[in-house]
């Protein structure tokens, strides 16, 4: 299978291996495969008594089809061991007779960004060699929480790559900074931001772009990759954990083979519901994808009008990962929708005007599958006091963000179908606004929220959460956006 990028017509492709390596394509956009792999009911019917790792490797290897069936099995196997995921990677549990919880979070870093980036880093370290490169790969994130830690802690020492990591200093949760701040290994170096999510996002996409600095980085020995959800590397191990969900639900009982099931994803830059959409290209019987936002609902106001508009006021709210307004892989979801030429006239008009409109005939062929709702605030704190005292089921402020989209989702439309929805993050990452929202009490900081949450609901604390405090911190530097290129080139050019 062949890639092209998303901006310019496929006369430059370029095989997986070499897609996971680059992270972005030569055009600025995103890399796609030029056709779909196809996924039959009589698949699915085999991989239900598949363990998650054996259903990883037989769904990678259809769109990796340049790393073998050994490579693919024996990295699916350490990426989703027993040790790292325990009890499984992505369990199913039923929250009521219509609703059923996709638990993403049960991996080294408590956030669902581990199921893509503890196999991420294989996939990369075996196209580094099917390549014949021989610089080293710096890994450079921009990351609104979640996303810095998985990386870090998957890239963590591992040969022939360094990982820069950048956040928005006040806009992570107190647990998930000093996730970062703590990380160990030889390789990595994290630093915060003055700005948001989107200044650290566009500061990056500019490295990316800026062939000064990438000449200058060449000179040492370094080229630029990426692990955010813009690499296909990161994106393609996502499919996965939709299909394994409708296996399991499948082999539970909650559906029939075949049954069609609708799906709702807490998403702000739009790679996690994309995946299930591929999932759904493939033959996942799926039939309608639920995009809840939070506050800055910019993607429930593209899907509902047509117009993507980032010009306006950035909320910063209890469902950090999701405070974004540029939604990058939507770019992706206009290549398939609408072709090269069309998909380079809205990121034009995006880059220049901060905004581009969907035709009428466009927008249909959108809301054929996608719907968009968002929960505020207030909505976020109530989900979150309803669901644990109706269902006793302890959720995080962006699970509860999706919770209170498929509510509304249900009431406008009726349980018709079986409804999923995908769990993100432990409540324990951001231990403080849960601890808030349910007990009407305000906790010292983030880190008392801990002890007095699992002690007030008896719900254990996550081991990889576990006496975080005490972990030393290495990484305290805050700089401007602007002075990103600088602190790139400055770790690429330190030696071991």
């Known amino acids: 299978m062949v890639y092209t990028g998303t901006r310019t017509p496929s006369t430059h492709t370029v095989s997986a291996a070499e897609a996971i390596k680059e992270g972005l394509s030569p055009d600025g956009g995103l890399y796609m495969p030029m056709e779909l792999p196809i996924l039959t009911l009589a698949e699915i019917e085999v991989l239900l008594t598949k363990s998650y790792a054996a259903r990883a490797a037989y769904i990678l290897g259809k769109y990796l089809t340049d790393y073998s069936t050994e490579e693919l099995r024996e990295d699916c196997s350490g990426a989703y061991a027993e040790a790292r995921f325990p009890g499984g990677a992505a369990p199913v549990r039923r929250l009521d007779d219509e609703t059923y919880m996709l638990e993403l979070w049960h991996g080294p870093t408590a956030a669902f960004k581990d199921m893509a980036l503890q196999i991420m880093p294989r996939l990369l370290s075996r196209a580094l060699v099917k390549t014949g490169e021989k610089r080293t790969a710096l890994i450079l994130v921009a990351t609104s929480g979640d996303t810095g830690k998985a990386a870090l802690e998957g890239y963590r020492d591992i040969p022939g790559t360094k990982i820069q990591v950048f956040y928005p200093v006040d806009g992570v949760s107190e647990v998930q900074k000093l996730q970062m701040m703590t990380q160990e290994g ?162 034009r008009s995006l880059a220049e005007t901060g905004r581009y409109e969907l035709t009428p005939a466009e927008l249909a062929a959108v809301q054929r599958t996608f719907v968009g709702y968002c929960t505020d605030e207030d909505g976020t704190r109530k989900t979150l006091c309803e669901t644990w005292e109706d269902r006793h089921y302890l959720a995080d402020p962006h699970t509860a963000v999706a919770l209170g989209a498929a509510r509304q989702y249900q009431r406008d439309h009726g349980a018709k179908r079986k409804l999923l929805v995908a769990s993100t993050a432990s409540p324990y990452k951001f231990a403080y606004d849960v601890y808030r929202s349910l007990f009407d009490e305000t906790p010292s900081d983030g880190l008392a929220a801990l002890t007095m949450l699992t002690e007030k609901t008896g719900v254990a604390i996550p081991a990889p959460l576990g006496h975080i405090a005490e972990r030393t911190v290495r990484f305290t530097g805050v700089i401007d956006a602007d002075e990103m290129p600088a602190e790139v080139l400055r770790f690429a050019s330190d030696v071991d």
């Open 186 to 347: 030889k390789n990595v170096s994290v630093a915060a931001i003055r700005g948001n999510f989107d200044d650290a996002q566009s500061g990056v996409k500019r490295i990316f772009a800026d062939e000064d600095t990438k000449s200058a980085l060449n000179e040492h020995g370094v080229f630029l990759s990426s692990a955010n959800s813009i690499n296909w590397g990161r994106l393609a191990p996502q499919i996965v954990y939709y299909v394994s969900a409708y296996c399991d639900m499948v082999r539970n009982g909650a559906i029939q083979l075949g049954e069609l099931m609708d799906v709702c994803v807490p998403t702000g830059n739009f790679g996690n519901i994309f995946a299930a959409y591929l999932a759904k290209r493939m033959g996942l019987p799926i039939d309608r994808l639920i995009c809840a936002s939070n506050t800055n609902n910019v993607l429930t106001e593209f899907l509902t009008t047509g117009v993507y508009d980032r010009n306006r006021t950035f909320h910063t709210t209890m469902s950090p990962s999701m405070d974004i307004l540029i939604s990058s892989n939507l770019e992706r979801l206009l290549y398939l929708l609408f072709g090269h030429e069309r998909t380079a006239s809205c990121m």
